[in-house]
């Protein structure tokens, strides 16, 4: 279909001025059909979870603080978005109308009610179930905001729940996507917006779907990118664009890396590549459909739209001669002996890989020596401590934490040096395109 899929991130929405700076974006597309997806504003989620973990924790007054604030945020946008005109009393400016209440107020209102229903009774269900069915709101307020501010603005907009679209199974908080229904659910809604109404502009929630049983679920942190793939894919669109807070694909984060240089083209390969070594510009997940589909994914700068951005696509032959570096904190390097100092054989590795998946623990880095297997691993306190003890009851454990784990694609000498001097590097294990160096922190 020739539909432009958009995904704004929570960084794009996260004020006034970014809501509009989105309506302004669109504008460079006038006429185009276009379909939003939108994810919570600013750090929602994070606060959501936060908000959640006092729900679980019975922890009333945090709570109740943290939804107050979450609640004035968006309404604070929300005033910003369409002012109350001074001395007018109640009245707000809507389009060029003034009107006593912009159905924007009630809408998000009846939401936050809602959410606080949810919050006045005691969690029937476990963790997972209750992150959906809470987490899930940050999208649902986001679109209540985008929705109305940009028909205000005079678009030709259709609100969709992505919960209506997006069919899952109930894994929750990590749900997996039932394509046929998923595909069925797009063709009957969008299909129909996109032929009958050329130039329509559709606009969903990012991150969540619904079970057969019509609970919220989720697709995982960032799961916004995905969704716009998720839609790509059954529209069969020609390119999914990422608007971000950088001018593309960098080959390094600037948050700890000095003067990054922007990617032009990379592979889907290479993209696989590095979402896998812990790269966090692109969802995981997001790859395969658009690769699937043949679909080109864009990446965006929404502070400087007309720029050119990065382009991945699926690329028979991708060279690059500059290095892209990955950085993972807070790491931490287990070492599994077998306790007789045995040498480290097929049964233990097979029982280590078992416990592992268990746990779902994913190795970053695995290196073994006869007498003993090492893997890297995100230092997850809760998950190491249950790991540490389920390895104790077979093999003899050392760890070592504190530790940083450095990635370098298409390395050289100079890339090497950049990253290591003046550190203490504990391990380093090199393939032809990739090295990964593990630091001490001291
Ligand atoms: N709002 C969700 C998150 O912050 C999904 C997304 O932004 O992609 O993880
Ligand atoms: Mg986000």
Redesign the pocket.
């Known amino acids: 279909m020739n539909v432009e899929v958009f995904k704004f991130?929570?960084a794009s929405v996260n004020s006034a001025e970014g809501v509009r700076n989105v309506a302004r974006i669109l504008d460079l597309y006038k006429g185009k059909s276009m379909m939003l997806v939108i994810?919570?504003m600013g750090k929602?989620?994070?606060a959501l979870e936060r908000i959640l973990q006092h729900y679980m924790d019975g922890d009333a007054v945090s709570m109740v603080e943290e939804y107050y604030k979450l609640r004035d945020f968006h309404l604070t946008i929300a005033n910003a978005l369409f002012p109350l005109i001074p001395d007018e009393g109640a009245e707000r400016v809507s389009a060029g109308r003034t009107v006593d209440e912009h159905p924007l107020f009630p809408d998000l209102e009846n939401l936050f009610d809602e959410l606080r229903a949810i919050l006045k009774q005691t969690p029937t269900a476990g963790y997972d179930e209750c992150y959906d069915h809470i987490v899930s709101y940050?999208?649902l307020f986001s679109t209540t905001i985008l929705y109305h501010f940009l028909e205000g603005e005079g678009l030709p907009v259709t609100r969709f729940d992505a919960r209506k679209l997006i069919s899952t199974d109930s894994s929750f908080r990590d749900a997996r996507v039932d394509w046929k229904k998923t595909q069925l659910a797009i063709q009957k809604q969008l299909f129909t917006l996109f032929q009958d109404h050329k130039g329509s502009i559709g606009l969903t929630q990012?991150?969540i779907g619904s079970d057969p049983d019509g609970r919220s679920t989720t697709l995982g942190?960032?799961?916004?990118?995905f969704t716009a793939a998720i839609l790509g894919y059954c529209m069969r669109v020609k390119e999914v664009t990422i608007w971000k807070d950088v001018p593309g694909i960098l080959n390094a984060d600037p948050k700890w890396f000095d003067n990054p240089v922007k990617l032009d083209l990379l592979s889907f390969l290479e993209a696989v590549e590095l979402a896998y070594f812990g790269a966090t510009v692109i969802?995981p997940k997001t790859i395969k459909p658009l690769e699937n589909a043949n679909i080109t994914l864009l990446v965006k700068s929404f502070l400087h739209p007309e720029e050119e951005g990065t382009k991945v696509k699926s690329l028979q032959e991708w060279k690059i001669d500059i290095p892209i570096f990955i950085r993972k904190q807070n790491q931490v390097l287990i070492s599994i002996m077998p306790r007789d100092f045995s040498f480290v054989v097929e049964q233990n590795l097979s029982q280590i890989f078992t416990i592992l998946a268990q746990l779902h623990v994913k190795a970053n880095v695995m290196q073994n020596s006869a007498i003993s297997f090492s893997i890297c691993t995100d230092n997850d306190q809760k998950k190491i401590k249950l790991l540490i003890s389920e390895l104790q009851k077979s093999f003899e454990i050392r760890f070592n934490e504190g530790l940083e784990l450095y990635t370098i694609r298409h390395y050289n000498d100079g890339a090497i040096q950049r990253i290591i001097s003046g550190k203490n590097v504990i391990l380093e294990q090199k393939t032809r395109n990739t090295i990964h160096l593990i630091v001490q922190i001291t």
């Open positions: 991130g929570g994810s919570a929602t989620t994070n940050g999208e990012g991150f942190r960032e799961g916004s990118d969802h």
